[in-house]
């Protein structure tokens, strides 16, 4: 079945995150005629955008209710950009925030009209339609407005729907913030090779194709990501001597759960 994209969409905060959106939507056939964003800093490919039929920084008074308002601004900005949004909501409206920590309750405080809210939680290789989000719907959403937002959601990567709020702060630490921790394990890497002798150029290289690599045949492959490191990984190699650094007592995994803690704990401290 194919779900109709919005009528009118107004995006609320064109930055990296929601002009990756934005790409996405474009992709899948959204016209830039329906579309209209506000941000106090448009990017220039926000400007070329306004060219094409986007409408840029209107008067927010000029503006009818919107069918999909999408909140993309940072956590902090909320309080200073919601104000001026409540009149654009109207009976069947669907408010999707992106909002790092940010609540429904937090939301539906700020925007009084507000019925129809889903919270989600996409990440940056949405700009790449390869994003994976993780969404959660309040009480209000119709079923309609659900596949209004999977349809939306679906056009920047995979959607996984959840019931449960409380879990989107752990979404948020795993795949939300998560290519942050895999493109610092490429300048890791690149690192690495340098000390180990390698000209600059070249470890980045090297670093750069071997996560970018390994992460492609982990999207193509069936295989599990134990299944393909133990692939890599011969008897009494080298990456065996390496697994036994890596894969210590005190190696990546328990890093990596001290990482995912941090950025939960940071999620819960911007609600309210
Ligand atoms: N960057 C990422 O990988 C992800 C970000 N997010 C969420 O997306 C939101 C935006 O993050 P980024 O795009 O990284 O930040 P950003 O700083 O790149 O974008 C925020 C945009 O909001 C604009 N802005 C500031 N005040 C405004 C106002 N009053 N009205 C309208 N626009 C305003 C800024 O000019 C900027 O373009 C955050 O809430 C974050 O938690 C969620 C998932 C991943
Ligand atoms: O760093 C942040 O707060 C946002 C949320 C997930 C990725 N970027």
Redesign the pocket.
């Known amino acids: 079945m194919t779900v109709a994209l919005p009528a009118s969409l107004l995006l609320?905060?064109?930055?990296?995150?929601?002009?990756?959106m934005l790409d996405g939507w474009l992709k899948i056939g959204l016209p830039p005629a329906r579309i209209t964003v506000?941000?106090?800093?448009?990017?220039p490919a926000m400007q070329a955008l306004a060219d094409k039929g986007l409408t840029l920084n209107p008067a927010l008074a000029d503006l009818a209710p919107q069918a999909v308002l999408v909140?993309?601004?940072?956590?902090q900005?909320l309080d200073?950009?919601a104000p001026q949004l409540d009149r654009l909501i109207g009976a069947d409206s669907v408010i999707l925030s992106?909002?790092?920590?940010?609540t429904i309750t937090d939301i539906k405080e700020r925007l009084p009209a507000a019925r129809a809210i889903v919270r989600a939680?996409?990440?940056?290789p949405a700009s790449i339609g390869r994003g994976v989000t993780a969404a959660v719907g309040s009480s209000g959403l119709t079923l309609a407005q659900r596949d209004l937002a999977q349809a939306l959601l679906s056009g920047v990567g995979s959607v996984e729907w959840l019931d449960d709020e409380s879990l989107i702060d752990a979404v948020?630490a795993i795949s939300?913030?998560g290519?942050?921790y895999v493109f610092h394990l490429a300048e890791c890497l690149a690192e690495a090779g340098r000390t180990l002798g390698l000209p600059a150029d070249v470890a980045v290289r090297l670093a750069r194709a071997t996560v970018s690599g390994a992460g492609e045949l982990l999207h193509q492959s069936d295989l599990a990501a134990g299944t393909l490191r133990e692939n890599v990984t011969s008897k009494g190699g080298t990456t065996a001597a390496a697994l036994e650094v890596l894969m210590a007592a005190d190696g990546l995994q328990p890093l990596i759960l001290r990482t995912a803690q941090a950025a939960k704990r940071r999620a819960a401290e911007?609600s309210g």
């Open positions: 609320v905060g064109a930055g990296k995150m929601g002009g990756a506000i941000d106090p800093y448009p990017s909140l993309a601004v940072k956590p900005m200073e950009a992106i909002l790092a920590g940010k939680m996409p990440n940056l948020t939300g913030s290519p942050a911007l």
